[in-house]
Nanobody, 118 residues
Framework: QVQLVESGGGLVQPGGSLRLSCAAS????????IGWFRQAPGKEREGISC????????YYADSVKGRFTISRDNGKNTVYLQMNSLKPEDTAVYYC???????????WGQGTQVTVSS
């Protein structure tokens, strides 16, 4: 059974950091593209980062480039999203999925809430 479980969300002050984890089960994560997405209230779900299966290449949306870093630990079958210099506009539910775009993503985690507020 394919499953993705996110963790690591929470409340953080502007300028702070969080590290999200996406633990996979039922498949070997390194063989698939894995994306991070977020959805703020009243907004569409957007892709913010992705790590490619074949060569580990990474992608970042302009809104997070230079602040967020995606990485993968094949031994733990887990993908991470290190988020630094967080801003209030980063507040959203964050999801990981198997795939790099909302349309292409095949399996989704349940999401983890990130709130950036003073």
């Amino acid at each position: 059974q394919v499953q993705l479980v996110e963790s690591g969300g929470g409340l953080v002050q502007p300028g702070g950091s969080l590290r999200l984890s996406c633990a996979a089960s039922g498949f070997t994560l390194e063989y698939y593209d894995i994306g991070w997405f977020r959805q703020a209230p009243g907004k569409e779900r957007e892709g913010i980062s992705c790590i490619r299966s074949s060569y580990g290449g990474t992608y970042y949306a302009d809104s997070v480039k230079g602040r967020f870093t995606i990485s993968r630990d094949n031994g733990k079958n887990t993908v991470y999203l290190q988020m630094n210099s967080l801003k209030p506009e980063d507040t959203a539910v964050y999801y990981c999925a198997r795939g790099c775009t909302v349309v292409a993503a095949r399996y989704w985690g349940q999401g983890t809430q990130v709130t950036v507020s003073s």
